[in-house]
């Protein structure tokens, strides 16, 4: 798996989760309990998707990429991270979208993480002066960069009792994206009603045709 090209993919990756963890997280397609489709396949890929989510700016993912070209058992070992990391985050809010209890190993490896990258974390103005927000120190580019911002997203998600409690994953039979329901009776049963929700609009209409 960790052996693919470093060359920058041309997937482009929905983002539909609500929290920058949960989008991490659905970059698996299928199910994990089923046939689950793995699009990570490298250092690039990774990097590609947190230029996407915002984690990494267009110039940081090509330093980064160079990087891992010169270290690649080094970006090798840090897509590992990436991935025990996504995983132990989804375990998480499964268990808990379901009222179970979450595994210690599994927080204890986010905790891991984020005694790792906590150290970047800066406070800076917003832009245009109004208030103050956190910003990542990028000043020293490392491989493992990324791993910071998605445990300090999960920490943030699971801390956030009220988005936390609405943790829901897609009810459609082939898709095990989670996403945070903001809907107003928080009802929501698709990761995203122009994609798994249309798709079950359509079958119900036809099962309809066929009772008829």
Same mark, same amino acid.
């Given at each position: 798996?960790?052996?693919?090209?470093?060359?920058?993919?041309?997937?482009?990756?929905?983002?539909?989760?609500?929290?920058?963890?949960?989008?991490?997280?659905?970059?698996?397609?299928?199910?994990?309990?089923?046939?689950? *489709?793995?699009?990570?396949?490298?250092?690039?890929?990774?990097?590609?998707?947190?230029?996407?989510?915002?984690?990494?700016?267009?110039?940081? *993912?090509?330093?980064? %990429?160079?990087?891992?070209?010169?270290?690649?058992?080094?970006?090798?070992?840090?897509?590992?991270?990436?991935?025990?990391?996504?995983?132990?985050?989804?375990?998480?809010?499964?268990?808990?979208?379901?009222?179970?209890?979450?595994?210690?190993?599994?927080?204890?490896?986010?905790?891991?993480?984020?005694?790792?990258?906590?150290? *970047?974390?800066?406070?800076?103005?917003?832009?245009?002066?109004?208030?103050?927000?956190?910003?990542?120190?990028?000043?020293?580019?490392?491989?493992?960069?990324?791993?910071?911002?998605?445990?300090?997203?999960?920490?943030?998600?699971?801390?956030?009792?009220?988005?936390?409690?609405?943790?829901?994953?897609?009810?459609?039979? %082939?898709?095990?994206?989670?996403?945070?329901?903001?809907?107003? %009776?928080?009802?929501?049963?698709?990761?995203?009603? *122009?994609?798994?929700?249309?798709?079950?609009?359509?079958?119900?209409?036809?099962?309809?045709?066929?009772?008829?």
């Amino acid at each position: 798996m960790f052996d693919a090209p470093l060359t920058t993919p041309e997937k482009k990756y929905q983002l539909v989760g609500g929290a920058l963890c949960l989008d991490f997280c659905n970059t698996v397609g299928g199910t994990r309990e089923g046939i689950a *489709r793995e699009n990570l396949h490298s250092y690039a890929h990774f990097v590609a998707w947190c230029e996407q989510a915002g984690v990494l700016t267009e110039i940081q *993912r090509q330093a980064l %990429n160079q990087k891992a070209e010169l270290d690649p058992q080094g970006a090798s070992a840090v897509l590992g991270r990436a991935l025990e990391l996504r995983e132990a985050i989804y375990r998480i809010f499964f268990a808990l979208s379901r009222q179970q209890e979450p595994a210690l190993g599994d927080l204890g490896l986010i905790n891991g993480e984020l005694s790792l990258g906590l150290g *970047r974390l800066r406070i800076s103005r917003e832009a245009g002066g109004n208030g103050f927000g956190w910003k990542w120190a990028m000043d020293d580019l490392d491989l493992q960069l990324p791993l910071g911002p998605l445990a300090h997203s999960a920490a943030n998600l699971l801390v956030a009792h009220d988005c936390c409690a609405h943790v829901r994953q897609c009810r459609a039979d %082939n898709c095990g994206w989670l996403f945070v329901d903001t809907s107003k %009776n928080h009802s929501r049963c698709w990761c995203d009603m *122009r994609d798994c929700g249309n798709r079950a609009k359509v079958r119900r209409h036809r099962q309809k045709q066929r009772e008829s």
